[in-house]
């Protein structure tokens, strides 16, 4: 079945970069797009950025322009986060998940990794 | 890339039905058929309950319905459960390759 399994709970000081592992199985890897998303405690979610895994192509949220790299490993039908400059307020679950796309448009996150903790701390 | 806006609580009773807005603007919910709508529970990951403004995943009730009027989409629970009971979110395609999503609706069922 379809399954994205992420990798473990980080705990990172304010300055530094974390790297989330998102490994994908039960379905071809390159249609799909994988999307990044986080969630604060108790609060909402947020959308990062997406990346293409055929072609590779990448969109960020504005927000974290600059600070934020997603990139895949077709060969491992892996996609990967790393956000740079960790600020306490980076201190969130952190999603990897699967976008549902036509040859027009993308339609919704129609799978989700199980969560990644992150937690910036001195 | 400002966030939807939802209610932070909507609550109704068993069997009753409930609504659930998310206001955008025309930049998102009201230029494109793209609001998707989920459902989370604690500790868990999120769940899409409705893409594409209207359609379901098979596989969802069909209690749950999606709605759009102008730049507002809304979702509504038909007959209201206990299981229903969670944090509903709305997303919308923003342009230009983002989304954006709501703030969140925390459901209580009395």
């Known amino acids: 079945q379809v399954q994205l399994v992420q990798s473990g709970a980080e705990v990172k000081k304010p300055g530094a970069s974390v790297n989330v592992s998102c490994k994908t199985t039960g379905f071809p890897f390159t249609p799909y797009n994988f999307a990044w998303l986080r969630q604060a405690p108790g609060q909402g979610l947020e959308w990062l950025g997406w990346?293409?895994?055929?072609?590779?192509?990448?969109s960020y949220a504005q927000k974290f322009q600059g600070r934020i790299t997603v990139t895949i490993d077709p060969s491992t039908t892996t996609a990967y986060m790393e956000l740079r400059g960790l600020r306490s307020d980076d201190t969130a679950v952190y999603y990897c998940a699967r976008e549902a796309c036509s040859t027009v448009s993308c339609h919704a996150f129609d799978s989700w990794g199980q969560g990644t903790p992150v937690t910036v701390s001195s | 890339q400002s966030a939807l806006t939802q209610p932070a609580s909507v609550s109704g009773s068993l069997g009753q039905s409930i609504t659930i807005s998310c206001a955008g603007t025309?930049?998102?919910?009201?230029?494109?058929?793209?609001v998707s709508w989920y459902q989370q529970y604690p500790d868990e990951a999120p769940k899409v309950l409705i893409f594409d403004d209207i359609k379901r995943p098979s596989g969802v009730s069909h209690r749950f319905s999606g709605s759009k009027a102008g730049n507002t989409a809304s979702l509504t629970i038909f007959g209201l459960q206990a299981e229903d009971e969670a944090e509903y979110y709305c997303c919308s395609y923003a342009g230009t390759d983002t989304w954006v999503f709501g703030g969140g609706t925390k459901v209580t069922v009395l």
């Open positions: 990346i293409s895994g055929y072609v590779g192509y990448t």
């Open positions: 025309s930049s998102d919910v009201g230029s494109y058929a793209l």
